[in-house]
């Protein structure tokens, strides 16, 4: 009979440097996650932080107890050995056959349990490694699924908040052009009404553009109050115009000057306060795309953890296989040693990266 075919090939071994990076990197996005308005993703990455410390753990255990339970093949020879003696004893007529029969039977009842036993020790480490990589591997896909809706979200928000900047610079830069002209003017007119400077007076459709306010602005309190502010100089700028015929007095053309000026601060507010909107909403940007490699993380620890479970569940299975069949030394003895050696080999690589 061929020996228990079992997968333990070196693809097999986990990457336990990748494994300790994602699990740093895991717990390093929760402060991040919670610094945005995307409670989700704190809420999610704690939970996969604790769940990818239950995984570490548990790879610990499997890699130190499995070898004990391993260990109780390893008499499996001297068994069959004593099994072996008892039928040549039975052949030659020294043993009855009853009293070898109960021998044989005691004999392959200690081997049967063995084989259990070592069957349930690698069952039990496979199942307590995949139940965490599971629930990170879901983890993932829900984050996946979040993380992409958010970014489109956050992508079109910043499109119109990029709109706003261009659209609140664009008018700050009127007013400040126009402030500057008439502080000019007042320093020439010299306190005499003139004529010449009619044409630097703004209109009424350039001030009432100034005033309107969309969506996003009309959210943020702070630029509610600049866009009253600047209502309000422009309605003080429009009644002085209306008094004005073709020749602007002096008074007038300094109240004018210091109601454009009030317009320019208010908007000055309004215009930082885009900006400051540009500026989170692409910080928050780049949270959402470090979310996006943590769920990948995640996913990544899960399948190197699977590595584990897939070759431990692929021994366990090979010796359920074995039940009802009779059982020689070179069945086990190959797989005991492949097994032993897939074990050594990948606490040597976790210790390396632990000592490291």
Excluded: C, H
């Excluded at 945005?36 to 548990?58: H, I, P």
């Excluded at 068994?79 to 009293?99: C, F, H, M, N, Y």
């Excluded at 979200?153 to 008439?182: C, F, G, P």
């Excluded at 296989?321 to 690589?349: H, N, W």
């Amino acid at each position: 009979m061929s020996p228990v075919q079992f997968s333990t090939s070196e693809a097999s071994i986990p990457d336990f440097e990748s494994i300790a990076q994602s699990i740093k990197a895991i717990k390093r996005s929760v402060p991040a996650a919670s610094d945005n308005s995307y409670t989700y993703f704190a809420d999610k990455f704690k939970l996969a932080g604790t769940v990818a410390d239950e995984l570490d753990k548990q790879i610990t255990s499997a890699l130190t107890g499995l070898p004990g339970s391993l260990s109780q093949l390893k008499g499996v020879p001297t068994v069959l050995q004593q099994i072996s003696k008892i039928d040549e004893a039975e052949r030659a007529g020294e043993v009855p056959t009853d009293k070898a029969a109960i021998a044989r039977a005691q004999l392959q009842a200690k081997l049967g349990t063995a084989v259990s036993a070592t069957v349930t020790g690698f069952s039990e480490a496979a199942t307590r490694l995949s139940e965490p990589a599971s629930r990170l591997a879901n983890y993932a896909r829900e984050i996946g699924v979040r993380q992409k809706d958010a970014a489109a979200t956050e992508a079109s928000n910043q499109e119109r908040a990029q709109s706003d900047v261009e659209r609140e610079s664009a008018r700050l830069n009127i007013l400040e052009d126009r402030y500057e002209k008439l502080r000019a003017a007042v320093d020439e007119a010299r306190g005499e009404p003139t004529e010449d400077l009619v044409g630097l007076l703004p209109d009424s459709k350039e001030l009432s553009s100034l005033v309107d306010i969309g969506a996003a602005d009309a959210a943020a309190p702070e630029i509610t109050a600049a866009k009253k502010a600047i209502e309000q100089a422009v309605e003080m700028v429009k009644k002085t115009m209306a008094l004005i015929d073709k020749t602007i007095k002096f008074t007038q053309l300094t109240e004018i000057r210091d109601g454009i000026y009030k317009a320019v601060e208010a908007q000055r507010r309004v215009s930082e306060a885009a900006g400051e909107r540009l500026r989170s909403g692409n910080a928050l940007l780049k949270d959402l795309e470090i979310f996006r490699t943590t769920g990948t993380l995640m996913n990544s620890l899960a399948e190197e953890a699977n590595k584990l479970v897939t070759t431990f569940s692929s021994l366990a299975t090979a010796l359920q296989d074995l039940e009802g069949k009779p059982i020689t030394a070179d069945i086990l003895e190959e797989s005991v040693d492949k097994m032993e050696s897939y074990l050594e080999q990948a606490r040597s690589a976790r210790n390396s990266v632990i000592l490291a």
